[in-house]
């Protein structure tokens, strides 16, 4: 019976990941990776920053849209003792 090979591999770990280290040396220089490290820590930060920034945004808008609705009831409520006066007198 033949075995099912996998389309994609597991984590490297072992000789993968020292072959794939080599190749990042080769490329960017062992003096870039620390820099490249940290420029795509602080663009994880600001893309974090930015999502919080819209979710509170949201609730902002989903707050007001709850106190016109509450205001709207409130109005309602008024213009039928108006009325109620009006029509007593």
Not at 21 to 45: E, W, Y
Not at 46 to 52: C, L, T
């Amino acid at each position: 019976m033949a075995s099912a090979i996998p389309l994609i591999g597991g984590i490297p770990a072992g000789p993968e990941l020292l072959i794939i280290l080599l190749v990042l040396v080769l490329l960017f220089g062992a003096n870039k990776i620390p820099k490249l490290a940290r420029s795509t820590g602080q663009a994880m930060g600001e893309f974090k920053k930015g999502r919080e920034e819209v979710e509170d945004e949201l609730k902002q808008m989903q707050g007001d849209e709850e106190e016109a609705d509450s205001t709207l009831e409130d109005d309602e409520e008024f213009e039928d003792l108006e009325t109620e006066k009006e029509t007593s007198a």
